[in-house]
């Protein structure tokens, strides 16, 4: 496997990042998550689609910009489409991660909480195969086990640092105690407990509306849809749950309080190699809906909108072997 460090691709087994560099002494970096693929219509020859390239550009460019860090997020969709196509994917998942970089130790402590002097980024990205997305239109959601979990994590949740610890113990603790896929996380506020997200996914719930027509043809009309407000329970904008939001306004984001969990019709993960994903169970309690006909609808809206009839969301060839 051919991986991307620091401007250069170099087999991944002779890449080498210092062990004082800040990412791996502190967390002290930032990573964005790419979903690559092919359309079915497209040719052997086209070049791959990158999945809300733009917004993953712009979310990295305010956590560089929150944490001081020198790196042009314009880059990301060069760099990927040279990775992808130095290591022949089409169909990949793709992952960024810039540090601050590592200290010179003869200017002071490397494990100082403040560098000496400015560092120049650390910028690692590596590509692995995933199986193809299914276009068709019919094909349902996948269906997983959630369990809930005490949100212990800062107050930052829009950014996407590497310091993922909290994340991984909730993850860990669902899957070997609860025999769960994902933890969705709760966040202890005065006011109750209010959903933020997965530990690497965010959450949308159907709940019946009662002010909706009882033979509505459209789904989403029969539901009402929510997603947690993130200030209300800080959590990341997911670029999947961005784009399913300019897209449908009936998706409303507000605090999501954790009794809701098991009120509603349908509970929802998304994110970038999850897409969407109906939850099936939680803490051990089925979810009347799943998968229901607002996943089933959401996943439809996802595709078209990641391929549009015309591919506006490749990477360009000159770029993609830059
Ligand atoms: C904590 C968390 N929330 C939400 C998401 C979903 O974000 P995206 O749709 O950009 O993959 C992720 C993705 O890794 C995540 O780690």
């Known amino acids: 496997m051919l991986v991307h460090l620091n401007g250069e691709l170099v087999e991944h087994s002779r890449a080498a990042v210092s062990p004082f560099d800040r990412g791996f002494l502190f967390g002290d970096a930032l990573y964005e998550g790419l979903r690559a693929f092919g359309h079915p219509s497209d040719p052997p020859d086209a070049p791959p689609r990158i999945i809300g390239l733009g917004l993953h550009a712009e979310r990295l460019a305010r956590g560089l910009a929150a944490c001081g860090l020198d790196w042009d997020p314009a880059l990301l969709g060069p760099l990927t489409g040279a990775l992808l196509a130095a290591n022949a994917l089409r169909d990949a998942f793709v992952y960024w991660q810039v540090s601050r970089g590592t200290p010179d130790l003869s200017r002071g402590p490397a494990r100082a909480r403040v560098p000496a002097a400015a560092l120049r980024p650390t910028v690692f990205g590596y590509a692995t195969p995933l199986p193809p997305i299914d276009f068709s239109p019919a094909a349902a959601p996948p269906v997983k086990a959630a369990a809930t979990a005490p949100d212990t994590r800062w107050s930052l949740g829009s950014i996407k640092s590497t310091s993922l610890l909290a994340n991984v113990l909730a993850a ?3 899957h070997h105690r609860h025999r769960a896929d994902e933890a969705i996380l709760l966040r202890p506020t005065p006011g109750g407990a209010l959903v933020s997200e997965g530990t690497h996914t965010n959450v949308i719930l159907a709940h019946a509306d009662p002010a909706g027509p009882n033979d509505a043809a459209d789904p989403l009309d029969a539901r009402a849809l929510s997603t947690p407000d993130l200030t209300a329970a800080p959590a990341l904008e997911g670029v999947t749950l961005r784009l ?16 809701e969990l098991h009120s509603a019709r349908e509970i929802i993960l998304i994110g970038t190699t999850t897409m969407v994903t109906s939850v099936g169970v939680i803490d051990g309690r089925a979810v009347p809906e799943a998968p229901g006909p607002v996943a089933r609808a959401l996943r439809r809206r996802l595709l078209s909108l990641i391929a549009p009839p015309h591919p506006a969301q490749a990477v360009p060839p000159r770029l993609a072997h830059a």
């Open 172 to 174: 860990i603790d669902a």
């Open 244 to 259: 399913l939001h300019q897209a449908e306004p009936r998706l409303r984001a507000r605090p999501v309080h954790a009794h």
